[in-house]
Every structure is written in C-alpha cells, then in structure tokens.
C-alpha cells in the first residue's frame, strides 16, 4: 500500500512539474507574441533619431578617430539552457534589456539545449565568422553532420590576443566560455593555429553552472551515470516535445526559436516517419547519443565537459556530501556557483566589499552571493528592480575597467603625459 501511495504521489508531482514547465515556456513565448504585436502597431508612430542626435554620434566618432583610441573590447552575453539570443523571440531579450547598457555588447544565439561543446564551437564562429565546423572526430561520435550555420561576416573578426573579449554567462553560458577558452588553448578550431586561452580578457559568471547541479537528478538524468535518462520524468516529456517540434521543422516556428538541433537533421524531410519513431523510441538523434546539455549540467557533465579530467578522479567526486549542494536558487546549487571546484578547485575570494577586487588579480575568481531565484535578472526587468541596474551596471563597468591596451593610452586633449 505504501508503494502506491508513493507512486501515486510521485507521479502526481511530475505531471504537476510538467504543466508549470509548460505554462511558464507558454508564458515567455506569448510575452514576446504581445511584444512583437504591440511594436508592429505602433512602430510608425516612434520618432526617429533626430539629425542633430545622428551629428553628434558622427562627430563622436570622429574625435575618437582624430584620438587614434583603440576601440573598447565588446561585451559578449551569453545565454543559459533555454536560452535565446538576439534575433529570436521577436523584440524579447534574455538579459532583460541590459544589453541596451553598453554601447558595445553582443548577444548571441546559441543552441538552447545542443551541448556545451557544441555550442563552444557555435560561439567562436558566431564572432570569428565563417561555417560552424563541430570536428570530425566529434560529429563521427555524436551522429551529426560536421558543419552547421554560415556566418557569413563575423560579429568581431578581429578577435584575437591583441583583441580579447569580455564575457558574461548566465547558467550553462558560464560553462559554454570556460570550455570555448579551453578549446582556444588547445588550438582546437581548424584553421586558426594562433588561438590561445588569452583571447579571453574576463569570465563574469552569472548563477554560472560552473560545477553542474543536482537539479538534473531530479528533473529525471539517472544519479548513476549522469548520462542518461530515467523512464519516467519530466526531461522525457521534454525529449517528446523537443522531437516533435523539430521533426515537423515549421520553418517560421523555428525562425522564432530553435532547439539548435539542425546539424542533428531530424526534420521530416530527411527523416521520414520511420526516422520519427526511431527519435520517439531513443534510436537516434542527440538524446540517443547524450550530446545535448543535460548530461554535461549533471556533476559527472561538469567534469567530462573539460574532457580533460584526472582519470583517478572518481565520480561524481570523492567526498561527495549531500550537504554541501543544499544551498540553491531553484535551479542551480551554491556552491556550484562560486568558482569551479571539479576536478581540481580555482583559487577564488569571497568579495565583501567592492574595494577588495581591485585591481582585479588574473586567476581568481571573485564571487558574491545575492539572494535570489535563478532566472531574477534575466527576461523580466521588473521583478529584479533597481538590483538589476545595480549588477549589469557593475558588471560592465568592471569590464570597462579592465581594458587591454596593445599601445599606450593616447594623450587626450588638456592632459598631459608622465
């Protein structure tokens, strides 16, 4: 009798879990609808940038220019599981508009559930530019095709050591940089042999899974192996309905959002109904091969994602406590958040006061812990408040702060040299 009350209760949360996934998604999605709607209305009604504006900005420039100033490093946003860049979800940000802060910041899209990995690479060729290219080795693994989107003019070609590049993680987004950084030290982008970890000028980790979550244990990934899925969860119903949508490949849906899973080629047109039901029973495609962001936001992920682990190193880890990942936003565990601590700890410091992190020292990863839900400072402005001015805003100015200059600053205009 007690194993039934139990399944039943158990089965009751998931279906309960299941529709407030699916009422929140709904949610995000017929925001950016009304969004989208309402600025299609009155986008004939906004003034435009008045000449006297365009002349200032004109002239700005061309002060700068006289001044020879090297222009500012940009500020890269990116985006967690679910996540969206610029471009889709019509007018929706998933930074809340705080990319609106800084005159230089890009936001790209990645794929919201291919793997870290994947979209590592999908990151450096978003800025570089030219074919996303997955490897060989990796695509022959994994069941994909090796080339995915063309990026036909890259959003910060000149990226290199002399050019690094701030970025800001929010979540998986931490994970996806610190692994690209490591890509970029191994030199592992085909064609580009003079990558070094030093084309990143700083991480900024936002509530970063930067040690995985237990979170994916409850949402159905098996404790066991921290690869696969259990039978009966909610990752299952999101599996189906990953599956579905993109087997039926409606070109203007996944305009608006997209999975990522493109270079997969699960769509109906090459796959048929029999290859639908080899996805719907786990034959093929990314949840058959485990290359897709579960596995890697697990603790055994967040090891194996460095690919580069300690082989003694047990998992998830020796002297696992239970304890020590209560602490959590809903999503994400604390101390997963602070600094990486698999397989081997980063030195990092505990910022109470902001005097204490500067000037900021190379190596070290400097934390505070605000209390709030994970997803606080991000798509809903409102909810965050004035604290959101106060994080973005300290955020890019610590970036702003942190310039690398490849030449002397440039003497401006009444300031002399020392």
């Known amino acids: 009798m007690g194993r039934i009350t139990f399944g039943i209760l158990g089965l009751t949360e998931l279906f309960l879990s299941t529709a407030v996934h699916l009422l929140f998604g709904f949610y995000i999605f017929s925001t950016a609808v009304a969004s989208d709607l309402s600025q299609s209305f009155y ?3 906004r003034p435009l940038s008045s000449p006297n504006e365009a002349a200032k900005e004109e002239n700005s420039k061309g002060k700068m220019a006289e001044l020879d100033v090297p222009p500012l490093p940009p500020i890269v946003l990116v985006h967690g599981i679910f996540g969206f860049g ?20 890009l936001v790209p899209d ?18 570089k530019g030219g074919q996303v290219d997955y490897g060989e ?3 022959m693994t994994f069941g994909h095709s090796r080339f995915g989107k063309v990026y036909h003019q890259g959003n910060y070609p ?34 580009y042999e003079n990558t070094s970890e030093d084309w990143v000028l700083s991480l900024t980790s936002l509530s970063g899974a930067l040690n995985g979550t237990t979170r994916t244990y409850y949402d159905g990934m098996q404790p066991e192996d921290g690869r696969s899925m259990k039978t009966i969860s909610l990752l299952q119903f999101c599996r189906l309905g990953v599956i579905i949508y993109d087997w039926l490949d409606i070109s203007f849906l996944k305009n608006y959002y997209n999975f990522g899973f493109d270079h997969f080629n699960i769509g109906w047109r090459k796959t048929g109904l029999l290859g639908l039901i080899d996805l719907l029973l786990g034959n093929a495609g990314p949840f058959a091969s485990g290359d897709w962001i579960l596995p890697d936001l697990t603790i055994q992920g967040s090891l ?18 239970d304890e020590d990942w209560e602490d959590n936003d809903g999503a994400l565990n604390t101390v997963s958040m602070t600094h990486p601590r698999l397989p081997v700890e980063h030195p990092s410091h505990f910022v109470v006061h902001d005097s204490e992190c500067h000037p900021l020292q190379p190596g070290i990863w400097y934390y505070k812990i605000i209390e709030a839900d994970h997803i606080f400072f991000i798509v809903n402005r409102e909810r965050a408040g004035v604290q959101f001015d106060v994080l973005y805003d300290g955020i890019f100015e610590r970036c702003r702060k942190h310039v690398l200059w490849t030449t002397p600053p440039p003497t401006v205009p009444n300031q002399t040299s020392h």
């Not at 979540?171 to 030290?185: D, E, H, I, T």
């Not at 300690?310 to 002297?319: A, E, Q, S, T």
């Open 43 to 45: 986008g004939g009604f």
């Open 86 to 105: 610029k471009g889709r979800l019509g007018g929706l940000s998933y930074f809340a508009g705080a990319e609106k802060k800084d005159d230089r910041v």
């Open 110 to 127: 990645l794929g919201s559930l291919t793997s870290i990995y994947d979209r590592a690479r999908e990151l450096f060729f978003y800025l």
């Open 137 to 139: 080795e990796h695509s």
């Open 158 to 191: 000149e990226w290199d050591e002399h050019h690094p590049i701030h970025f800001v993680g929010h979540s998986a987004g931490a994970q996806v940089v610190r692994v690209m950084q490591q890509m970029l030290a191994d030199k592992a982008f085909a064609g």
């Open 304 to 321: 194996m994602c460095q690919w580069r682990h300690p082989k003694d190193v047990p998992l998830p880890y020796k002297g696992y406590r």
